[in-house]
């Protein structure tokens, strides 16, 4: 049968609507900018802190009986508050470091919780969304419960993950492909837990057995100005949430053949570890992707590429803090931190600290320790925190005279600060002051 010009043209007029309706492919070939790893293993940089920051501010969060940390596994900075997460607890602290209280409680009530994964914040709304394993519990700043939101499930019933507040009441989760067979990835729905759009996954592979590793995982998603970003762990490509409830190809991880992938996600071994597959994943878990007007700040994990690749120092493992009756998993994992700039599109991998070989920034600036971005608030300001035990350990009067210490006052800012200071006490919240336009070598 012949086609007219004109059903022709309605046809693939259908065609293309059809396929926007996804998550957008991407065409390497194209302009989408390329974060270059492969590129630029084993050239390390020592970066000084002041490249990019103007001054840092310290704030020590109050320690009391009702409110000790300890670990923790994120928090959120606004003009008035400060949140800590842990899998028990979501405190809040004012600006100034002063204890508030709990957000929500422990138990199996309406608003309790008896575990926590993570949160997301509506600035606007002044609600804190904790999640769950399979709800988000809204609160207010003042701890007022507001509802319960029951996070949809894919088809094997396992809830949706990594949860971001988008805009008014839509919030945007990741779905694990554990078998490989799923069709969506990234679901956006809303405060009735309905979906409201399906993003495909182009990743499509058969696993026999239902495991999940890392490699399934996603970054934790995180907030430029009014846009969402996300990115799977194994996908090499960071997304961009339009105004259309679209996801556009941002960025190219060019991880060269040390990519994650089909036939290695399909190999996952029955306990959902390989310690000797040769990868490079960006992004870690526990250090979050933060980008900036000018600059993105990433982490990642190189496995088994020391036969390869030269990597910067690290941290001896304490083998007298390991428990007895435990023997450590050997790997060749290599944890690294860059920068890429997006004004003259040049990637930067750091080099450790040469006294502490901690990663990060190195604190030209006062003498203090190394800086790495953990949160970017609605401020333009970036957040770290330490812990006052390592505080406490390394910040000598030997690491002080092996490093440059361009603010003297600052310097002795610190110094009186660590006096007050006792090992046990809560962690201090570190925020960054962003130079304005700042590019490479400035």
Known sequence: ?????????????????????????????????????????????????????????????????DCLIGGWIG???????????NNKFCYAFGRDGRFLGQIGSAG????????????????????????????????????????????????????????????????????????GDLNHNFILFDESSEIVKSFDNYMQFNRARLVGGQDDGSMKPYRKGEYVHVKEISNDTLFLLNEQNEL???????????????EIRENLAPGGADNTKKIILPLRSFLPMIETPNHIFFSLMAANLSGKYTFPKKKELQRDAIPPGITPIETDDRALVGIYDAASQTTRLLDTDPVTRMSGLINDLDGGLSFWPRYYTSDNELVDMWRVEDMKELLTEEYF???????????????????????????VVVIAKLKIGVNRGE
């Not at 007219?4 to 996804?22: D, E, F, K």
């Not at 914040?121 to 394993?133: G, M, P």
């Open 401 to 427: 005279a092996a490093h440059e210490i361009k603010d003297p006052i600052a310097h002795q800012k610190l110094k009186t600060m660590l006096q007050k200071l006792d090992e046990d006490d809560n962690p």
């Open 75 to 85: 928090s959120i900075v606004t003009s008035t508050h400060i949140f800590v997460l």
């Open 108 to 179: 199996q009530g309406p608003g309790e919780y008896s575990s926590l994964n993570d949160f997301t914040v509506d600035e606007k709304k002044r609600s804190l969304y904790l999640e769950t394993s399979r709800t988000l519990l809204e609160y207010s700043w003042d701890n007022t419960f507001r509802q319960s939101i029951n996070l949809p499930q894919n088809k094997y019933e396992t809830p949706l993950n990594n949860i971001i507040f988008v805009r008014d009441n839509l919030f945007l989760g990741h779905s694990r492909n554990y078998k």
């Open 248 to 262: 556009i190809p941002q960025y190219i991880f060019n991880l060269g053949e040390y990519t994650v992938t089909k």
């Open 1 to 65: 049968m012949q086609i007219s010009r004109w059903n022709y043209q309605i046809l693939l007029l259908t065609c293309l609507l059809l396929l926007s309706c996804g998550q957008s492919k991407v065409d390497k070939t194209g302009d989408i900018p390329v974060i270059d790893i492969i590129g630029s293993l084993g050239e390390y940089e020592a970066i000084p802190v002041s490249q990019y920051i103007t001054e840092l501010e310290y704030i020590p969060l109050e320690t009391r009986d």
